[in-house]
């Protein structure tokens, strides 16, 4: 715990003018990002009696190592970097609105040739409208499925309409009369994308001049007495009539306006925000916070606007924002959210009528969306305290671990040995901070010699940290000379420290591999980042930099040897070593003849069970996913400076490696995109590469003919070798 004191600026250092300030602990992380129209007057606040704070910014003030301040011109600028800062660096002592969900939107793509209809979830993408959210995805698709009989925009995937347009017959919903089947022709790309531009028209709260045209059909069809053709106007009718009852209206036509309501207590709050367009409530969505400082509900509102407008431009920013209370001072955020709209935004408190009336029943969802929050955490965070305080009991730890670092090897025979890092935060997963290692240290099954290789790369890097931030006592280099030895590679690209070229290739979660390995595969999604990449400054939050308080080990006492054995070889005593032993569930620590047993029903025993299962599914899919990638892998492939897209074009112009190796140079030059000093290397590559033998089907005894060069694979395992064994016995072989 830190001294206020004794990072005080002195008197005089501070500006009297408009800035934003980041407070930093002591592994250079940034903690907290604040603004301030003075940064003289705010940041006094912080350096008083800690008697007199709040309980949680005392926590912060002490946990905080330094603090530096950047002046702006104005409070505009204030508010736009302080947003900026708080997304790039993901304080964990500043207000940040969790969803508990990630909410649906209806989507049309209006930057693709045929737009298409559909459900679309995550960050939003340039050239495609939204329309809600909406709080389930069902309640999406009932709408689409009435207004398609109006306006029958094409809602297939992109496979479907290919193979459509390629056998010249439309899906079902092209027979039925709710696709207008662009795919076979029956209407132009220009005509297809006026009828999506009308359907967007209808969604945006549009409606009455459609309904009014078809009103005037219906009666013309019926003069003429062509009733059948008036019978459908007539349903077309009913169902754009329906599809509006799912959205009653609520304000006055035209209206639109986003409406914000604050449930809180003294430590948490909940946001509520109902979005109207065309007088009619489109969506609906809600976040929770913990409030980590004294914070007013202004205060909260203008968080809860970042978080809401940061991302959006134009129509978005709505015309009107209802808010139960103003930020303090009001302009910046007005003026900031006019500039993001590009015309005027009206922030203010409904005093009155509809609009009043609508932000109670938004209030009301706040504080049921409050109540039904702490209802859900409170047994969980009960039991999540419980069980790190178990764990620290049992392995006598001076504190609970609040991170917790769980490391497991993989492999298949010995072959394609990795291994995986996974942090659990709190007693939850953070699989933003997930790592994956190759071991290619050396060859074989080795576990316990994979295990210190692992753990010295990691903590090598930990303190190639410190040193870089002049955090190591001692000053010393960690290698002759002075360089990192590692230089792992992260998702972000950016070479670290060291530029050596790291034995293992060590990919982030993002899937790129270190220098020393192939790029490593995502794998099921599960760890990968979320949002942009970060780079390799001080304060950014996904890094090797920061060391956990206990190191859990898939294994028994070898492993645990083997862990404690490298931090000892690099001279840190200050994290706990343990292994969980699958057996017999039992806990191992270091020089230690007799395991930890901990009950069956100990919620810390489960916790560490969780970790450990994680680290080994993290494991296993990364190493599942090198092995196919191996499998897959064609001579075009050892072609240095030879992609992806270059890859694909040689393939489909010549239709075969086996034709592409009997090509000449000039002929491969044919290719766009294809040089001939390229060429020039794909004909050495290939005429140097032994053509792969015939494939033969085990089952069969045929001989397959495979002109690409590529093994042959089954079509219930694709990817995979025909090997012998049932499944069971095949999974079984790993690791």
């Known amino acids: 715990m830190a001294d206020p004191s004794s ?32 940064l003289r007057q705010r940041l006094a606040n912080y350096f008083q009696d800690l008697a007199h704070l709040h309980p949680r910014t005392r926590t912060m003030v002490t946990t905080a190592a330094s603090v530096e301040w950047t002046v702006v011109s104005t409070e505009v600028e204030a508010l736009q970097l302080e947003y900026s800062w708080i997304k790039e660096y993901d304080p964990r ?50 709408t689409v499925d009435l207004l398609l009989r109006v306006f029958p925009v094409r809602t297939c995937s992109t496979g479907v309409f290919k193979n459509a347009a390629r056998t010249g017959r439309p ?79 609520v304000l006055a ?68 924002v209802l808010v139960p209370a103003l930020p303090d001072p009001v302009e910046p955020v007005q003026q900031w959210l006019t500039e993001r709209r590009g015309s005027g935004v009206s922030l203010r408190i409904p005093q009155r009528g509809d609009k009043k009336a609508l932000m109670e029943t938004v209030q009301r969802n706040a504080q049921q969306a409050l109540v039904l929050h702490k209802t859900k955490r409170a047994s969980d965070l009960t039991t999540r305290s419980r069980a ?51 071991i290619k240290g050396f060859e074989g099954q080795d576990d ?54 790291h034995p293992g290739g060590d990919a982030g979660p993002g899937g790129q591999a ?49 862990a404690q054995r490298a931090l000892d070889e690099l001279g840190i005593d200050d994290i706990a070593v343990c292994g969980l032993a699958k057996r017999l569930e039992e806990v191992w620590l270091p020089r230690e003849d007799d395991p930890v047993v901990l009950p069956r029903t100990s919620e810390g025993l489960y916790l560490l069970q969780r970790v450990r299962d994680e680290a080994h599914r ?25 992609g992806e897209t270059r890859k694909q074009a040689l393939i489909k112009h010549f239709g075969s490696v086996k034709r592409l190796r009997a090509a000449t140079i000039d002929q491969i030059c044919e290719v766009p995109g294809i040089g001939r000093k390229t060429a020039e290397t794909v004909a050495v590559a290939l005429a140097g590469a032994t053509p792969a033998g015939p494939a033969v089907n085990t089952a069969t005894g045929e001989i397959m003919d495979n002109d690409d060069g590529a093994p042959e694979t089954t079509a219930d395992a694709p990817g995979e070798p025909v090997s012998a064994g049932t499944p069971d016995e095949r999974r079984g072989q790993e690791r």
């Open 7 to 38: 990072y005080r600026p002195r008197p005089g250092e501070i500006p009297d003018t408009p800035g934003v300030y980041r407070f930093r602990d002591e592994h250079r992380r940034v903690i907290y990002v604040g603004k301030a129209k003075s």
């Open 388 to 438: 790190l305080e178990e764990i620290a009991e049992a392995l006598d730890l001076d504190s609970a671990p609040l991170r917790i670092e769980c490391y497991d090897i993989s492999h298949l025979q010995g072959d394609d040995v990795v291994a995986s890092m996974v942090v659990f935060e709190d007693g939850l997963a953070r699989k933003s901070e997930y790592r994956r290692f190759q």
């Open 171 to 249: 899906c079902l919903l092209g027979y039925i009369g709710k696709c207008s089947a662009p795919c076979v022709g029956r209407i132009t790309p220009d005509d297809h994308w006026d009828l999506a531009d009308e359907f967007c028209d209808f969604m945006a709260g549009r409606t009455g001049t459609y309904l009014r045209r078809l009103e005037r059909q219906m009666a013309d069809a019926a003069e003429e007495m062509e009733y059948e053709r008036a019978a459908r106007l007539r349903d077309d009718i009913g169902a754009l009539k329906k599809a509006m009852e799912k959205s009653a209206v």
């Open 448 to 501: 316990v010699r994979s295990m210190h290789e692992v753990i010295t790369r990691r903590f090598r890097r930990y303190l190639a940290e410190k040193e870089k931030t002049g955090e190591w006592a001692d000053g010393e280099s960690l290698t002759d000379g002075g360089q990192h030895a590692d230089g792992e590679q992260h998702a972000d690209g950016a070479q670290h420290p060291g530029g050596g070229q």
């Open 618 to 642: 993290f494991a296993i899919t990364y190493q599942r996913t090198k092995r196919a990638k191996r499998f897959r892998a064609g001579p075009l492939d050892d072609v240095p400076g030879l």
């Open 253 to 320: 036509d035209a209206t639109d306006a986003d409406l914000i309501a604050v449930a809180e207590d003294e430590l948490e709050a909940a946001v509520q925000i109902f979005h109207v367009r065309g007088g009619r409530v489109r969506g609906q969505r809600g976040w929770v916070t913990d409030k980590v400082e004294e914070i007013t509900t202004g205060a909260l509102v203008e968080h809860a606007l970042q978080q809401l407008y940061g991302e959006e431009s134009g129509d978005a920013v709505p015309k009107e």
């Open 514 to 562: 270190g220098p020393g390995g192939q790029a490593a595969a995502p794998d099921d999604g599960e760890a990968l980042t979320h949002g942009p990449a970060l780079k390799d400054d001080d304060g950014r939050p996904k890094r090797f930099a920061y060391p956990p308080q206990l190191v859990v080990v898939d294994g028994g006492q070898p492993q645990v040897a083997a």
């Open 93 to 142: 002592f500043n207000v940040k609105y969790r969803d508990d969900k990630s909410y649906p939107y209806l989507a049309v793509t209006m930057n693709e040739e045929f737009p298409r209809v559909q459900v679309m979830r995550g960050h939003k993408k340039k050239g495609v409208r939204y329309f809600g959210p909406y709080g389930h995805a069902w309640a999406i698709r009932d």
